[in-house]
T-cell receptor, first 113, second 114 residues
Framework: EADIYQTPRYLVIGTGKKITLECSQT?????MYWYQQDPGMELHLIHY???????EKGDLSSESTVSRIRTEHFPLTLESARPSHTSQYLC????????????FGPGTRLTVL | KNQVEQSPQSLIILEGKNCTLQ??????????LRWYKQDTGRGPVSLTI?????NTKSNGRYTATLDADTKQSSLHITASQLSDSASYIC?????????????FGRGTQLTVWP
């Protein structure tokens, strides 16, 4: 079982609210990722980070932003939530050795009303 | 077009039966291929990882095969259990990028009935 945590697990919020999804890992991994996944669909990379103070946008355009001030922490923020942001958000981390295996958190299921 | 295609999209089997899930990919150059199990409302958990030089890898009742020439992989589940009900995702890693770009399939939704 990988030591990567996400909170909250479920969030129902109204349109226009600012939200932050938390992701933390205790494995000392340098690379971290955020994915968005809709039911029955593949995971789409929305943000990634190679290390502290490094953040990049992924393949899927997202209105969210991320920060990486500490190695273990990679929060995702939506300044103004909209119904189109309703989805599952998965955080992952990996160390750049061997198979480069990604370990996933349990996910946050976001519903914007 | 997704570079990783999985079939079937969904599958229902009875407890104790075997099943095989398929994955075809076009990702090139290829680094490694992974099968993940994702329970409903949870994050994916790795089952197997195979490099291009490996033909088969087992993890308990799960056996993955890889044919790098035809770019096909399969995941065989033996003596299925109710807890095997989940989505099984094939993931292919691109060797050509420093990021180690991951290409995800849409998954096969497996339901095991008692």
């Amino acid at each position: 079982e990988a030591d990567i945590y996400q909170t909250p697990r479920y969030l129902v919020i109204g349109t226009g609210k600012k939200i932050t999804l938390e992701c933390s890992q205790t494995m000392g991994h340098d690379k971290m990722y955020w994915y968005q996944q809709d039911p029955g669909m593949e995971l789409h990379l929305i943000h990634y980070s190679y290390g502290v103070n490094s953040t990049e946008k992924g393949d899927l355009s997202s209105e969210s932003t991320v920060s990486r001030i500490r190695t273990e922490h990679f929060p995702l923020t939506l300044e103004s939530a909209r119904p189109s942001h309703t989805s599952q958000y998965l955080c992952a981390s990996t160390v750049t050795t061997g198979y480069n295996e990604q370990f996933f958190g349990p996910g946050t299921r976001l519903t914007v009303l | 077009k997704n570079q990783v295609e999985q079939s079937p999209q969904s599958l229902i089997i009875l407890e104790g039966k075997n099943c095989t899930l398929q994955c075809n990919y076009t990702v090139s150059p290829f680094s490694n291929l992974r099968w993940y199990k994702q329970d409903t409302g949870r994050g994916p958990v790795s089952l197997t990882i195979m490099t291009f030089s490996e033909n088969t890898k087992s993890n308990g009742r799960y056996t993955a095969t890889l044919d790098a020439d035809t770019k096909q992989s399969s995941l065989h589940i033996t003596a299925s259990q109710l807890s095997d009900s989940a989505s099984y995702i094939c993931v292919v890693i691109d060797r050509g990028s420093t990021l180690g770009r991951l290409y995800f399939g849409r998954g096969t939704q497996l339901t095991v009935w008692p």
